[in-house]
C-alpha cells in the first residue's frame, strides 16, 4: 500500500509573525494560525480529529492545543524530533488518515522566542560527553560540520553567505519576510562570528510565529474550498542525536530521507518546480542540496553560487526567504509545508514560481539529527 | 585496569560488578586515561560508553585504555562578548573512535582539521575532563 496521493494538504496559515508582542503565548499563536487555516480550508475546528503538535514550550503538546483550542481528537500524535516533527506530522497524518484512524489532521505550532526572551527556546539536554566542551547549541554542531565540509571539499565562506543573500533576494518578495533589507556576501562574511566559520548572519532568525496545516483524504480534500495539494511522497531517518555521534558530518540523513520520499513519488530532483528546505544555517542548505540529490556530493558550494538559487536562479530554493531571512519561531517545519501549498496553488504574488506543480519539502531537527522529506504535488502531479 | 576490563559491562551482573559506563569512564579519567568500549563481537570501537554495541547489539563490551593519539576531525572557534573564544572540536582516535574535546596550549581559531594530537587530562570543577594537545607527526608535544 503506498500513501501516493492518498492525503491532501487542504487548508495552512501562519499566526502573525515576526515580534508579536509581550503577553502572548505559544498557545495564542496556535490558535490564530489554526482559526486561519480552518477558514482557508472551509473546514470547522469540529471536523478536526487528528491532532498533531510539537513543541520546547509544552512537555504534552497536543495535551496543551487540544485542551486550549476545544479539540478532543481520536489520533493524536505529539513527536518531537526537533524542527523537522512537523514534516513528520504530515507523513504521520497521511498513514493515519489512509488507515482510517482519523479523517481531519490539524498539525500546529507556535512560539513567542523572540518576544519572551529573544533566544532560541530549547529543551536539548546536554550529553554529558559532550558538556565539558560547551559547545553553543545548537550553531557549533553545524560549524563543526561546516569546517569538515570546507576541509573536504573546500567550501568557502563566501559560498555559504550565497545562501544567506539568496535567501535575502527572496525575502525581499515576501512582505511577510522579517528582514527585507539589501545583504550581500561581504555584509555576511563581515558580521560578527558566533561559531567559526559561521558568523550571525549564518544563522536563521531567532522570531516569534506560528502556523497551521489541515490533511484530509484526497476524496474529501475535492469538495473542500481551496485546490487540494497531495502528499505524493514522504520519508524520515535519523542517525545521531549529538554531533559527535554523527557518521560523518559532510553527509546527513537526508540521504535516505530524500530517496524514501522519492520512490514514494515515483518522482526525482528534476522533476521539482520548487524546493523548500530547513535552513536553520547556511551550511544546511548545501548540505540538503546535495544529500536530496541536486548536485553531487561536495558540489554544493559551488552550486549555490553566482545567484544559482536567487530569484530567476537555476533551482527554485525557499521563496519565502526561509528561516534566515522570512521567520524561523524556534521550529520552522511547519512553515516549509505552508509555502509549499501556496506555491502549489499559486498564491505567492511577487514570488509565485510559474506553473508549480511540484514541491519537495524537507525538514531536519536537532543538529542535522533528523531528516524528513515530503513531496507535495497538484492535481497535475497526481 | 585489565581486571575491570575482563568484567566488562554487557551483562546484568556485570554492569552490578563494574559499575555504570559513565563511572567506569570517570574512573579511568581520574587515573589520567582514556578509556573507551570495544565490542567482543564485532570488534567495533564504542564512545561514548553504553551497556550494548550499537554497531552489532552485543552486550560483550571490553573496557580499553586509549593511547590517546587522534586526528582533529572537525573544528570550530566559539565567540564571546566579554572573552577571547574558545575551541570545540571532534577528534577521531587512533583505535576508531570519535569524540568531542577541547585543544589546548592554542588559540581556539588556530585549530585545524588534520592536526595530529594527543590526550591529555584537566581538572575542572574538581570532575576529571578529557583534553588534546597538538603534537607533530612524530608524537613530540
Not at chain 1, 159 to 166: F, I, R, S, W, Y
Not at chain 1, 207 to 231: F, W
Request: hydrophobic fraction near 40%; charged fraction near 20%.
Amino acid at each position: 500500500m503506498s500513501l501516493r496521493g492518498g492525503a491532501a494538504v487542504v487548508g495552512v496559515a501562519e499566526s502573525d509573525l515576526g515580534e508579536v508582542g509581550g503577553g502572548f503565548t505559544p498557545l495564542d499563536l496556535i490558535g490564530q494560525a489554526t482559526s486561519r487555516a480552518l477558514e482557508d480550508a472551509g473546514l470547522e475546528k469540529e471536523d478536526v480529529d487528528g491532532l498533531f503538535s510539537a513543541s520546547a514550550y509544552y512537555h504534552m503538546p497536543t495535551l496543551s492545543v487540544g485542551e486550549y483550542l476545544g479539540i478532543r481528537p481520536r489520533y493524536s500524535d505529539a513527536t518531537n524530533m526537533g524542527g523537522s516533527s512537523f514534516v513528520s506530522h504530515l507523513f504521520h497524518a497521511a498513514s493515519a488518515i489512509e488507515a482510517g484512524l482519523c479523517e481531519v489532521a490539524l498539525i500546529a505550532y507556535g512560539s513567542t522566542q523572540r518576544s519572551a526572551s529573544g533566544r532560541l527556546v530549547s529543551g536539548s539536554e546536554a550529553l554529558p560527553y559532550e558538556a565539558p566542551y560547551e559547545p553553543r547549541y545548537p550553531v557549533s554542531a553545524y560549524a563543526l560540520a561546516a569546517s569538515r565540509h570546507m576541509y573536504e571539499y573546500g567550501t568557502t565562506r563566501e559560498q555559504l553567505a550565497e545562501v544567506a543573500v539568496a535567501a535575502r533576494e527572496w525575502a525581499k518578495l515576501n512582505p511577510k519576510a522579517f528582514m527585507r533589507d539589501d545583504l550581500s556576501v561581504e555584509d555576511v562574511i563581515g558580521s560578527r562570528m558566533v561559531s567559526s566559520p559561521l558568523s550571525v548572519l549564518d544563522c536563521c532568525l531567532v522570531t516569534d510565529g506560528g502556523g497551521a496545516a489541515l490533511v484530509t483524504s484526497a476524496e474529501r480534500a475535492r469538495d473542500l474550498a481551496r485546490p487540494p495539494v497531495y502528499l505524493l511522497g514522504a520519508g524520515e531517518a535519523h542517525w545521531h542525536r549529538n554531533i559527535s555521534q554523527m557518521p560523518d558530518l559532510t553527509t546527513s540523513a537526508a540521504a535516505e530521507s530524500g530517496p524514501r520520499a522519492y520512490e514514494m513519488a515515483g518522482l526525482g530532483p528534476s522533476d521539482m518546480d520548487v524546493v523548500v528546505l530547513y535552513d536553520a544555517f547556511t551550511i544546511n542548505t548545501v548540505l540538503f542540496l546535495e544529500d536530496l540529490g541536486f548536485c553531487e556530493k561536495g558540489e554544493g558550494g559551488p552550486f549555490v553560487s553566482g545567484g544559482r538559487i536567487s530569484p530567476g536562479g537555476k533551482l527554485v530554493v525557499n521563496t519565502n526567504g526561509g528561516g534566515l531571512s522570512y521567520n524561523h519561531p524556534g521550529m520552522y517545519g511547519l512553515l516549509l509545508i505552508v509555502e509549499a501549498v501556496r506555491q502549489l496553488r499559486g498564491e505567492c504574488g511577487e514570488r509565485q514560481v510559474a506553473d508549480a506543480n511540484t514541491a519537495l519539502v524537507h525538514g531536519n531537527g536537532g543538529v542535522l539529527s533528523s531528516q524528513v522529506t515530503a513531496i507535495l504535488g497538484s492535481e497535475e502531479a497526481l | 585496569l585489565g581486571e575491570r576490563g575482563d568484567e566488562g559491562v554487557g551483562v546484568a551482573e556485570g554492569v552490578t560488578a563494574a559499575g555504570a559506563p559513565a563511572e567506569i569512564y570517570r574512573s579511568y579519567l581520574r587515573e589520567g586515561k582514556l578509556g573507551f568500549q570495544r565490542c567482543r563481537g564485532c570488534r567495533s570501537a564504542v564512545f561514548y560508553p553504553r551497556v550494548l554495541c550499537p554497531v552489532c547489539g552485543s552486550v560483550s563490551l571490553a573496557w580499553e585504555e586509549s593511547g590517546g593519539r587522534g586526528t582533529v576531525y572537525a573544528t570550530t572557534a566559539v565567540y564571546h562578548r566579554d572573552h577571547e573564544p574558545h575551541n570545540v572540536v571532534l577528534v577521531d582516535l587512533e583505535e576508531g573512535f570519535r569524540m568531542m574535546s577541547r585543544i589546548e596550549d592554542v588559540p581556539a581559531e588556530e585549530v585545524e582539521v588534520g592536526m595530529s594530537v594527543a590526550f591529555d587530562v584537566r581538572e575542572e570543577d574538581g570532575e576529571p575532563v578529557a583534553v588534546f594537545v597538538p603534537v607533530t607527526e612524530t608524537g613530540e608535544r
